[in-house]
């Protein structure tokens, strides 16, 4: 059973750079069946899709956030990150990081199939 | 992007009532649409794919029906367990977007 756990700090400043971390356990994010995502929610709201990654490296992006987003993989410990930089009050939220497997059938497709349990990040001075 | 946009935003229900929510793409989406639930403080599970497809594991009460731009989430007997937040959400485009929830909750 494939678990993944975000980790990272709980309150950014202002203008900063928000950081955060998802490990994965029970499968590798060097498989080459699945994509590592980054979603968002902040209080009492819906769900944003920030972006994900491949284990080659490949990003997708949301373009309301490509200016300051960035997502990258270590293979070698079986994590993937996210960087958010100058981030405002408009950045906190619950974090949520979620692998993306490719279901088939008649409509095939990249679902969300496992996430993380999700971290609060709260952008304050 | 595409827009999707979800009804009712919340509703009262009892357990063993037949609930529907709806949920509308601004652009054709064929079924590439994704339902997920909700539970307060917990992650959002996938319950349905390609609009009907259960996920294994997902109980039979619920179903998924649409393409196109209209799609809708059918639980067929509620129970205590279905009392949470559904959202839906496309996955035929980048940037993949969700729906603005449906809340159920007890009557």
């Known amino acids: 059973q494939v678990q993944l756990q975000e980790s990272g700090p709980g309150l950014v400043k202002p203008s900063q750079t928000l950081s955060l971390t998802c490990t994965v356990s029970?499968?590798?994010?060097?498989?080459?069946?699945?994509?590592w995502n980054w979603i968002r929610q902040p209080a009492g709201k819906g769900l944003e899709w920030i972006g994900r990654?491949?284990?080659?490296?490949?990003?997708n992006y949301n373009p309301s956030l490509l200016s300051r987003v960035t997502i990258s993989v270590d293979t070698s410990n079986n994590k993937f990150s996210l960087k958010l930089s100058s981030v405002t009050a408009a950045d906190t939220a619950v974090y949520y990081c979620?692998?993306?497997?490719?279901?088939?059938?008649?409509?095939?497709?990249?679902?969300?199939?496992?996430w993380g349990q999700g971290t609060l990040v709260t952008v304050s001075s | 992007a595409i827009r999707m946009t979800q009804s009712p935003s919340s509703l009262s229900a009892s357990t063993g009532d037949r609930v529907t929510i709806a949920c509308r793409a601004s652009?054709?989406?064929?079924?590439?649409l994704a339902w997920f639930q909700q539970e307060p403080g917990k992650a959002p599970k996938l319950l349905i794919y390609?609009?009907?497809t259960l996920q294994s594991g997902v109980p039979s009460r619920f179903s998924g029906s649409g393409s196109g731009t209209d799609f809708t989430l059918t639980i067929s007997c509620l129970q205590s367990a279905d009392f949470a937040t559904y959202y839906c959400?496309?996955?035929?485009?980048?940037?993949?977007?969700f729906g603005q929830g449906t809340k159920v909750e007890i009557k």
């Open positions: 390609a609009a009907s």
């Open positions: 979620a692998r993306d497997q490719l279901f088939g059938g008649s409509f095939p497709g990249w679902v969300f199939d496992y």
């Open positions: 959400q496309q996955y035929y485009s980048y940037p993949r977007t």
């Open positions: 652009q054709g989406i064929s079924s590439y």
């Open positions: 990654i491949y284990t080659s490296g490949n990003t």
């Open positions: 029970g499968g590798s994010v060097s498989s080459g069946s699945y994509y």
